[in-house]
């Protein structure tokens, strides 16, 4: 948490539990980057109720997010771990960047078509503005950069068009952030449909590994994941999309890569592999689970580490939030 650091922020909706997606494609890669940056991370439970919740399950889930995080290897003497919701300059924010905000461009976000029509008739102007409030989350802490996935680049983009926009109307005051390259570590497929992204809300169970699933399950899930009708571990993505999902998985736990992985296996049928892949999965969410394990009880640890970051977090937001009342007008003593 040195003032020299570049910032580094990014979210992460509290919705059930992580898979290997999320911990190969975004929490290892925050991990290995703690040290380098002045980290925020952020438990996005404002942006989870845009969809419904039940409200039972998005405070268990949102604990657990935490513990999981935590567990994955984040350091909170290094890291800004924090609630989105105990920190009410988000919302604020939000609101005031609304009028920031063309209605035009909040339309051709894809995310929100695509949700708005899983949602039917009534579409929550809360799912409309999302981007808005993600806006918010960056802007509010000066970040240089965000690490996204390919789909939240365009709510990246719409940030940068935000902060540029309230900057040029009246003067500094936003770092336009930019996208975190060198991301590595793959977006995860389905291994029921590997052409789709491994998501915990599949209606298929064997489709994810969740980080919480048994050595058994996990082995079990890797048998029955989709292959193709040759027996060649090759990395192809567009004619073998499942075996390469696999090789990728397998890359990720182990640290191989995919010529090393292809010899490795070589002559081989895809029993063997897919064994190997799920023995490795579950060596490599071993320690998570047992840190897991351990964390959970601890609740009074969890709640300090919570409110320092907390304080430290709305110190940073209030900052940048004052600034912005100032500038757009609002009357103070
Ligand atoms: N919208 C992001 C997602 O669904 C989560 C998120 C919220 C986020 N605020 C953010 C990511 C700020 C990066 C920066 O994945």
Request: hydrophobic letters at 35%; proline letters at 3%; aromatic letters at 10%.
């Amino acid at each position: 948490m040195e003032e020299n650091k570049k910032v580094l922020y990014s979210g992460i909706q509290p919705s059930g539990a992580f898979t290997i997606g999320n911990y190969f494609g975004a929490i290892k890669n925050w991990v290995d980057l703690q040290s380098d940056y002045d980290c925020y991370f952020c438990i996005v439970d404002l942006h989870a109720i845009t969809v419904p919740q039940v409200a039972k399950e998005l405070r268990k889930n949102s604990y657990e997010s935490l513990i999981t995080l935590l567990a994955c290897g984040l350091d909170p003497e290094k890291v800004t771990l924090y609630f989105q919701s105990h920190v009410s300059a988000h919302a604020e924010l939000t609101w005031i960047l609304n009028n920031y905000t063309y209605m035009g461009e909040l339309g051709r976000m894809t995310q929100f078509k695509d949700k708005a029509q899983k949602q039917g008739e009534n579409i929550r102007v809360g799912l409309y503005s999302y981007p808005v409030l993600m806006a918010a989350d960056i802007l509010l802490y000066q970040t240089d950069v965000v690490p996204v996935g390919e789909d939240q680049k365009q709510h990246l983009e719409l940030t940068r068009d935000i902060a540029s926009r309230f900057n040029n109307l009246y003067s500094p005051t936003f770092k336009v952030p930019e996208p975190f390259i060198g991301e590595k570590g793959g977006r995860i497929m389905s291994l029921q449909e590997p052409t789709c992204k491994m998501s915990k809300s599949d209606e298929n169970n064997n489709a994810f590994i969740a980080l919480h699933d048994g050595r058994d399950q996990i082995i079990k899930k890797f048998k029955r994941a989709i292959t193709d009708s040759e027996a060649e571990v090759r990395y192809d993505k567009s004619e073998k999309a499942g075996v390469s999902n696999l090789m990728e998985i397998y890359s990720c736990a182990t640290g191989k890569d995919y010529a090393e992985i292809e010899r490795e296996f070589s002559g081989k049928g895809y029993g063997d592999f897919k064994s190997g892949v799920g023995e490795a999965v579950a060596d490599a969410l071993k320690p998570i689970q047992e840190k897991y394990k351990e964390l959970y009880e601890d609740k009074s640890y969890i709640k300090e580490i919570i409110s320092k970051s907390t304080e430290r977090t709305i110190r940073t937001a209030s900052r940048t939030l004052s600034k912005v009342k100032k500038k757009v007008g609002f009357f103070e003593f």
